[in-house]
Structure formats: structure tokens, C-alpha cells
């Protein structure tokens, strides 16, 4: 068996090379360039299932910042946290988060009685309200249109997964920019 001594390193550039694009290729891995802390967008704790706003503003995702399960809003714009209020409840597990097209509405899944269900944040109200209370089967996957009329979203009520279609109606303030026009569904 061939030992190999400091001579023999010294020798052979080459190992040396090898070395330190190794050394080097580690320390690239790092994220010590990324901006970390309890006011940036990345955390030192799991942050998952990433929704973004129709105009890219908004960002909306479930962070595990705080030992707490939470769904936080982020400005990209201002680089900065929006705080809804009322949207986050102690012993509430929110997921899915889904935003309209400036964010008004955020529609996502959480749980009454133990069975998922599907609700909508209003961030111009500040009230959440639940639009599934009647679905006898599991639900998941919400999405809400960029307007925010229609939130789609999966259901086993017939014993597999299909998809339902909620339409809030034509009444309901729609999450459009200032000036646009609107079609009609055909």
C-alpha cells in the first residue's frame, strides 16, 4: 500500500489545484450573500409554497418564522412586509396561498372542524370568510382569477379528484388596475 506523505503533496501541483477549486466551489455554496433576518424576504427556517400577485408585486407564502405556521405577504416593490390583519389565527394551519392581481385577495386552504376548506382574505377589508362551508368531501389547491371573481380549486365529494369552479358573482368588487376595462365572460 503506497502512503502518502507531505513530499509527495508537495510535489503534485495538480492535487493542490484540485484542492482549492474544491475549497473554493464549497464556499460558493454558502448563502452568506443572500440578506437573512426577520425583515428580508429568506429566513434561516422553512419558507414554502410561493404565490405571486398577477402584476408581480405581491408575494404571499407559508413561512415556519417564529416557530409559528404562518402565511406572509411580501412587498417586492418596497422590499418590505405587509401585516394582514386578522389572516393569521393561533392554532390555525393555513396553506395554499393564492393571490389576485394586486393582491387584494389572497384565497388559501385552512381548516373548520377538521376538514380543509377553502377561504378568501380580503386585504381591503381585512376579513377572511370561508367559500367552501358546504363541500361534504376534502378539498385542496385553491387558486383564485387575477380579477378575483372566480376561485377554482379541487374536490373528492365524488370519491376522486375533480375540479369546481366558484364563481363570487358579478357584484363583488373586482381586483383590477385603475382605468382597465373589464370583458364579460361569453
Same mark, same amino acid.
Given at each position: 500500500?503506497?502512503? *502518502?506523505? =507531505?513530499? !509527495?503533496?508537495?510535489?503534485?501541483? +495538480?492535487?493542490?489545484?484540485? +484542492? *482549492?477549486? !474544491?475549497? =473554493?466551489?464549497?464556499? #460558493?455554496? /454558502?448563502?452568506?450573500?443572500?440578506?437573512?433576518?426577520?425583515? #428580508?424576504?429568506?429566513?434561516?427556517?422553512?419558507?414554502? &409554497?410561493?404565490?405571486?400577485?398577477?402584476?408581480?408585486?405581491?408575494?404571499? *407564502?407559508?413561512?415556519?418564522?417564529?416557530?409559528?405556521? &404562518? %402565511? %406572509?405577504?411580501?412587498?417586492?416593490?418596497?422590499?418590505?412586509? +405587509?401585516?394582514?390583519? /386578522?389572516?393569521?389565527?393561533?392554532?390555525? +394551519?393555513? @396553506? #395554499?396561498?393564492? %393571490?389576485?392581481?394586486?393582491?387584494?385577495?389572497?384565497?388559501?386552504?385552512? =381548516? $373548520?372542524?377538521?376538514?380543509?376548506?377553502?377561504?378568501?382574505?380580503?386585504?381591503?377589508?381585512?376579513? #377572511? &370568510?370561508?367559500?367552501?362551508?358546504?363541500?361534504?368531501?376534502?378539498?385542496?389547491?385553491?387558486?383564485?382569477?387575477? $380579477? /378575483?371573481?372566480?376561485?377554482?380549486? @379541487?374536490?373528492?365529494?365524488?370519491?376522486?379528484? $375533480?375540479?369546481?369552479?366558484?364563481?363570487? /358573482?358579478?357584484?363583488? @368588487? %373586482?381586483?383590477?388596475?385603475?382605468?382597465?376595462?373589464?370583458?364579460?365572460? &361569453?
Amino acid at each position: 500500500m503506497k502512503k *502518502f506523505t =507531505s513530499e !509527495f503533496w508537495l510535489q503534485k501541483p +495538480i492535487y493542490w489545484s484540485l +484542492i *482549492f477549486g !474544491f475549497t =473554493s466551489l464549497l464556499a #460558493s455554496c /454558502g448563502s452568506g450573500d443572500l440578506p437573512l433576518g426577520p425583515t #428580508s424576504l429568506n429566513s434561516r427556517y422553512t419558507e414554502e &409554497q410561493p404565490a405571486l400577485s398577477g402584476n408581480g408585486r405581491f408575494l404571499a *407564502f407559508i413561512s415556519h418564522r417564529n416557530n409559528t405556521h &404562518q %402565511l %406572509l405577504v411580501y412587498d417586492l416593490r418596497q422590499q418590505s412586509f +405587509i401585516s394582514p390583519p /386578522g389572516l393569521n389565527r393561533r392554532e390555525t +394551519i393555513i @396553506e #395554499s396561498p393564492s %393571490l389576485s392581481y394586486t393582491g387584494r385577495y389572497i384565497a388559501y386552504l385552512t =381548516s $373548520d372542524q377538521g376538514r380543509p376548506v377553502v377561504a378568501l382574505y380580503d386585504r381591503a377589508t381585512q376579513q #377572511s &370568510q370561508i367559500v367552501t362551508p358546504t363541500y361534504r368531501g376534502w378539498v385542496r389547491n385553491p387558486a383564485i382569477s387575477p $380579477d /378575483g371573481r372566480y376561485i377554482v380549486f @379541487e374536490t373528492a365529494a365524488r370519491g376522486q379528484w $375533480d375540479i369546481e369552479v366558484l364563481d363570487r /358573482g358579478p357584484t363583488i @368588487e %373586482l381586483d383590477i388596475p385603475n382605468g382597465a376595462t373589464v370583458e364579460p365572460p &361569453q
